[in-house]
């Protein structure tokens, strides 16, 4: 079976009490293409690192600050608020639209083989 750390190559914590400036090390998270999984605890099983999101972008740094804040815009009334709930992200840098494609089928058919 594949594991997350063969999956991704980096791991990050992600505070979320801290405001959004301090909720995780931003200097560590490239403005690259990647493909990232954030997680967090699952209430139903208890299992503290459950995945949530699964996606490819083409720069990390902009999609994780815009996933992890706290308010969500207007427009969108529905959306989770990623940054209080999850506890960790983890990320794989792609170079081209085909390693994003790779990567996160290869994520997908691992985290959730049910769906």
């Keep these: 079976m594949t594991t997350i750390e063969n999956l991704f190559e980096h791991s990050a914590p992600i505070d979320g009490t801290a405001p959004i400036d301090s909720r995780m090390d931003w200097k560590q998270v490239p403005a690259k293409a990647a493909v990232y999984l954030i997680m967090g605890p699952d209430s139903a099983t208890g299992n503290p690192d459950h995945p ?3 996606a490819t972008v083409g720069n990390l740094r902009a999609a994780l600050q815009r996933r992890l804040a706290d308010d969500p815009p207007e427009l969108l009334t529905k959306r989770i608020q990623y940054g209080k709930v999850c506890t960790r992200v983890h990320w794989r840098i792609v170079h081209s639209p085909f390693a994003a494609n790779f990567h996160y089928w290869a994520a997908a ?7």
Excluded: I, K, Q, V
Excluded at 109 to 115: E, K, M, Q, W, Y
């Design 52 to 54: 949530f999101l699964l």
């Design 109 to 115: 058919r691992s985290l959730f083989p049910d769906s």
